[in-house]
């Protein structure tokens, strides 16, 4: 039998109306996080099946911890304020037989929203907007979709914190096929809206993490961008404090101030270093770089390395430009390089 998962909390107005409009023939599993038992006793009185957590733990962690309990192939994710119109499972099931996930939108052909007050309309445009690039469904927010269990992405690798578990599932999961329903979104009745600061705090937090997931260019920006904090920093040190010291000591004038260069090895390869261990452990996380990685990473930083001192020479010395400006500007060039490189030929493997 098909499952409806349906997370709730203080939503036990809703549950007869419930009951007499979801389908018959399907089960209905209720994941309740109300700080009381009503809406679990009057699922429990309606035949649902119910799942009652201690504690407000959030709309995507009940879809998730739904889902890991049912048993069903096909299932279908709703809220209870029935403003996602039951009517609509069994067309919702029927897309299932032929794709693997089916979105109930509002913003295809044929689908729109009842009474929607401006800034809920605002609201609900711009965070459709914001999740554009991470996939081309037109509602990607939508918190009525279903999909099929066994095309699943790893449950323990989701995150729970999030309030559009949905958004999470199109951008983590191997889906071959995605339709979307046209519906539309119905004027809440009973009870009050859950939408408030704290739902678009946490989706917009949601947002970064997913970004970050699906475009690893800006994961390794961030890396790099510490690289390049610990770069600068220990460059400024040394020559300073150090290489600039003594070679005004043992060497002429002119050699003296060109120290810098000298003080561009160490701080770079020390960036090198502390690169491939944050890569490695964040920004190719799910790749495999081999025993032989950081060599093969160290190899790839110091064939480039008379590029960067080359760059550094040239901005400093015909630019005019302070040596640590110049070095920054160094590493911003070499920046796509580097990632070329470590993408295509450091972590290549899948763990």
């Given at each position: 039998?098909?499952?409806?998962?349906?997370?709730?909390?203080?939503?036990?107005?809703?549950?007869?109306?419930?009951?007499r409009?979801?389908?018959?023939?399907?089960?209905?599993?209720?994941?309740?996080?109300?700080?009381?038992?009503?809406?679990?006793d009057?699922?429990?009185?309606?035949?649902?099946?119910?799942?009652?957590?201690?504690?407000?733990?959030?709309?995507?962690?009940?879809?998730?911890?739904?889902?890991?309990?049912?048993?069903?192939?096909?299932?279908?994710?709703?809220?209870?304020?029935?403003?996602?119109?039951?009517?609509?499972?069994?067309?919702?099931?029927?897309?299932?037989?032929t794709?693997?996930?089916?979105?109930?939108?509002?913003?295809?052909?044929?689908?729109?929203?009842?009474?929607?007050?401006?800034?809920?309309?605002?609201?609900s445009?711009?965070?459709?907007?914001?999740?554009?690039?991470?996939?081309?469904?037109?509602?990607?927010?939508?918190?009525?979709?279903?999909?099929?269990?066994?095309?699943?992405?790893?449950?323990?690798?989701?995150?729970?914190?999030?309030?559009?578990?949905?958004?999470?599932?199109?951008?983590?999961?191997?889906?071959?096929?995605?339709?979307?329903?046209?519906?539309?979104?119905?004027?809440?009745?009973?009870?009050h809206?859950?939408?408030?600061?704290?739902?678009?705090?946490?989706?917009?937090?949601?947002?970064?993490?997913?970004?970050?997931?699906k475009?690893r260019?800006?994961?390794?920006?961030?890396?790099?961008?510490?690289?390049?904090?610990?770069?600068?920093?220990?460059?400024?040190?040394?020559?300073?404090?150090?290489?600039?010291?003594?070679?005004?000591?043992?060497?002429?004038?002119?050699?003296?101030?060109?120290?810098?260069?000298?003080?561009?090895?160490?701080?770079?390869?020390?960036?090198?270093v502390s690169?491939?261990l944050?890569n490695?452990?964040?920004?190719?996380?799910?790749?495999?770089?081999?025993?032989?990685?950081?060599?093969?990473?160290?190899?790839?930083?110091?064939?480039?390395?008379?590029?960067?001192?080359?760059?550094?020479?040239?901005?400093?010395?015909?630019?005019?430009?302070?040596?640590?400006?110049?070095?920054?500007?160094?590493?911003?060039?070499?920046?796509?390089?580097?990632?070329?490189?470590?993408?295509?030929?450091?972590?290549?493997?899948?763990?």
């Amino acid at each position: 039998m098909n499952t409806v998962i349906i997370p709730t909390y203080s939503e036990q107005e809703n549950i007869a109306e419930l009951k007499r409009r979801l389908p018959k023939d399907v089960n209905v599993l209720i994941v309740d996080d109300s700080p009381n038992e009503l809406t679990a006793d009057a699922a429990r009185s309606a035949g649902f099946q119910v799942l009652h957590r201690n504690g407000k733990k959030g709309l995507s962690s009940a879809v998730i911890d739904g889902l890991r309990i049912c048993d069903s192939e096909k299932v279908i994710i709703m809220d209870a304020d029935l403003q996602h119109p039951p009517e609509l499972i069994p067309e919702l099931l029927k897309q299932l037989d032929t794709h693997d996930l089916v979105v109930a939108s509002r913003y295809v052909d044929g689908g729109g929203c009842q009474d929607w007050d401006l800034d809920r309309k605002v609201i609900s445009k711009v965070a459709n907007l914001a999740a554009r690039p991470l996939t081309n469904i037109r509602d990607a927010v939508s918190g009525f979709f279903g999909l099929r269990r066994s095309m699943l992405p790893d449950l323990n690798g989701l995150n729970s914190r999030g309030f559009k578990i949905m958004l999470e599932l199109l951008v983590t999961g191997n889906w071959n096929s995605v339709v979307e329903v046209p519906y539309t979104f119905e004027t809440r009745k009973r009870g009050h809206s859950k939408l408030g600061w704290k739902q678009i705090t946490g989706y917009l937090l949601q947002l970064v993490s997913l970004y970050l997931y699906k475009y690893r260019i800006l994961r390794f920006m961030i890396i790099g961008a510490t690289g390049t904090v610990i770069n600068l920093a220990s460059l400024y040190l040394l020559n300073t404090f150090v290489i600039h010291k003594a070679f005004t000591a043992n060497w002429t004038t002119a050699v003296a101030d060109r120290s810098y260069l000298a003080a561009f090895i160490p701080a770079f390869l020390l960036s090198v270093v502390s690169n491939y261990l944050l890569n490695n452990l964040w920004t190719f996380r799910e790749r495999i770089a081999g025993k032989a990685g950081f060599w093969k990473y160290l190899l790839m930083a110091c064939t480039t390395l008379p590029i960067d001192i080359s760059l550094v020479y040239i901005f400093t010395e015909y630019a005019g430009l302070y040596y640590i400006l110049s070095a920054a500007i160094t590493i911003l060039i070499t920046f796509i390089i580097r990632y070329t490189i470590s993408k295509k030929f450091i972590w290549k493997g899948q763990r």
